[in-house]
């Protein structure tokens, strides 16, 4: 693409200057010059109220795609286990494809997996497409990204949606390329625009600051991946699915890697993406101290102890056990963020916990923004006073049971 001024339009009156990201214009003479360092992206040409600014480029049309149809989501699978973030990529594509009045179809890959199909129809699957195959039991991106390819080309899907696990951040973008799509990583919300039906695909974007929201006009599917955790897992035990066997031929020449040996991260018993209450530390919590505190307090609830990236990387709190952008994305039953200022970077992590209860001494703190009950004040004094009231309602408890049928 060329730009051009057009001087017997241009007045001088220096919007295309404000609006050139790469200062590749210049006013002499009361008219505006394009230099060499133009990139041609448009920016001026969009701002001149005198269209003086001018181009070859051809507007772009969006390509008519109502033949694409499903919502499709890659079952991920590891030793014949399916993975969290599959069921819950299923609960939100059938939600999408309730408001495209399509129909959703889950990717399954791996060797003697065939028994998953059922579990895939009970968590909102309306076809299964089969891949079974002595080549995929382990994953291997050349072999897994040719049979997804053919099976995209072959039955053209609206959307596909992948885990952002480690497997799906490796699959994604290598699929994306192939069938030709754009892919938006890390997507924390998903949903279809009620006039244009195409998928909105919101993200974190410059460092957590904002939520971007990215759509895909001119290919498909439309791809995304999302982070685990952040969908909701519904189980839709009456539905009725059916499963589509797919045969295709792999040679060793389709697997351009060898898997010598798995070696199994020792992980740890629970995974706090599975915790129920969470007790979540920041800065404020100050030290190894009032971590224990929060512990003491977790232990009591029955739930795990989390932390922000500060507090990973002072080693208050394990890597596992990071909420946030850069963590793992939790929604239990009850989160307690302690010392916790509420930055986009954490709350993009724990936003969507049922209750969130915050203890902040500062009254400003974002935190309070997003929860449902603030208490302002040291954490020091507030979290042992609530240790101790949880120790005396347990005791009353006890006490009230053990004197239940003694004769009085």
């Not at 099976?151 to 596909?160: R, V």
Request: negative net charge.
């Amino acid at each position: 693409m060329t730009i051009w001024i057009k001087e017997e339009l241009c007045d001088g009156c220096q919007r295309c200057i404000k609006a050139c990201p790469y200062s590749a214009i210049e006013i002499e003479d009361g008219i505006a010059h394009i230099l060499e360092t133009c990139t041609s992206c448009g920016s001026c040409i969009e701002v001149c109220k005198k269209e003086a600014v001018q181009s070859d480029a051809k507007p772009k049309t969006i390509p008519d795609f109502s033949d694409r149809k499903g919502v499709w989501v890659f079952a991920e699978q590891n030793a014949g286990e399916l993975t969290r973030v599959s069921q819950e990529l299923l609960g939100k594509a059938r939600e999408l494809a309730r408001d495209l009045d399509q129909n959703v179809s889950a990717l399954l890959l791996g060797h003697n997996v065939a028994g998953l199909a059922d579990t895939l129809i009970k968590y909102g699957a309306d076809t299964v497409f089969l891949a079974d195959h002595e080549a995929l039991e382990i994953y291997t991106t050349s072999a897994y990204t040719d049979v997804v390819e053919n099976l995209i080309k072959e039955h053209n899907p609206d959307i596909l949606l992948i885990g952002a696990t480690h497997v799906g951040r490796d699959l994604a973008p290598r699929l994306a390329r192939r069938v030709g799509s754009g892919l938006t990583a890390d997507c924390t919300e998903l949903r279809i625009d009620p006039d244009t039906k195409i998928l909105l695909q919101t993200r974190p974007a410059f460092g957590g600051n904002v939520m971007a929201t990215i759509v895909n006009r001119f290919s498909r599917p439309q791809m995304a991946t999302v982070r685990p955790g952040v969908m909701e897992i519904v189980s839709t035990p009456d539905n009725n699915g059916r499963v589509i066997t797919c045969d295709y031929s792999l040679s060793p020449k389709n697997i351009s890697t060898k898997i010598l040996e798995i070696v199994q991260e020792k992980k740890p018993k629970t995974d706090i993406i599975n915790a129920e209450v969470i007790v979540a530390g920041g800065r404020g919590v100050d030290g190894e101290h009032g971590f224990k505190m929060l512990a003491e307090l977790a232990d009591l609830l029955g739930g795990q102890v989390a932390g922000t990236r500060i507090a990973v990387e002072q080693g208050f709190v394990p890597p596992a056990n990071q909420v946030g952008q850069t963590g793992k994305t939790v929604r239990p039953g009850i989160y307690i963020a302690c010392g916790i200022s509420g930055a986009v970077q954490h709350s993009a992590g724990m936003s969507n916990s049922k209750y969130i209860i915050a203890v902040n001494n500062d009254p400003t703190a974002r935190i309070f923004e997003i929860a449902d009950w603030g208490i302002v004040g040291d954490l020091h004094e507030i979290v042992p006073e609530i240790i101790s009231q949880l120790l005396s309602v347990k005791k009353g408890i006890k006490a009230r049971r053990s004197g239940i049928g003694k004769k009085v």
